[in-house]
């Protein structure tokens, strides 16, 4: 009996090109929230015009491009190693833009945004220094820190003062939620890595 070859996944794939769409979306989103009334570019500043409105829904359709492709990846079986890369540098650069956009409108403090990267980049640093000896498994808080950051942000970015004041008080708590969660499940990844190095280095 002889073994049947695995299955062959194609590198352009709905699910790649969803990824791809979102990574696209980010400058897109960043020009939005440049955009002063009428249409021009200029220093970014907070405002309730309509461009600041696309902006959150640009950031919003790339969320949920996010939640689509992941799906489809797993359903029709179109993993690949170029997914697996790219899909989390995505996420990460449209956080990472929301972020500063939000810090440089004066909306966000700088110092959550400051330790949000920080813990960002140390964490993508650290898995692939990892990844010499063994793939280092995903925190346990990952997918609540995702969802807290986005949601945060779908908040903040949309005008909430047009809307209700306790709405703006409610999408910077969530994201001081999001910044304990970030820098906890960041901690968890240090133990993490250090408990798979001993257990390597004593085979």
């Known amino acids: 009996m002889t ?89 990460k650069l449209l956080i990472g833009a929301g972020l500063v956009m939000l810090s440089l409108l004066a909306e966000l403090p700088w110092w959550v945004t400051i330790l949000i990267l920080v813990r960002e980049v140390g964490v993508t640093v650290l898995r692939v220094v990892m990844l010499r000896t063994q793939v280092m498994p995903a925190s346990r808080g990952g997918k609540l820190k995702t969802v807290l950051q986005s949601a945060g942000l779908q908040l903040m970015l949309l005008p909430l003062v047009v809307i209700a004041d306790w709405l703006a008080a409610a999408a910077f708590w969530i994201m001081i939620a999001a910044l304990v969660v970030t820098v906890v499940t960041g901690i968890d990844y240090l133990i993490n890595a250090l408990r798979l190095r001993r257990a390597a280095d004593g085979r």
């Open 3 to 91: 073994d049947q070859p695995e299955k062959q996944v194609p590198l352009l794939n709905i699910a790649n090109v969803l990824t791809m769409v979102r990574i696209a979306l980010v400058p897109v989103f960043v020009v939005l929230l440049f955009l002063d009334a009428e249409g021009t570019l200029s220093q970014p500043e907070a405002s309730n015009g309509p461009w600041r409105w696309a902006a959150a829904a640009v950031f919003l359709g790339a969320m949920i491009t996010d939640k689509i492709d992941g799906d489809l990846a797993r359903s029709r079986g179109l993993i690949t190693d170029f997914g697996k890369i790219a899909d989390p540098i995505a996420d």
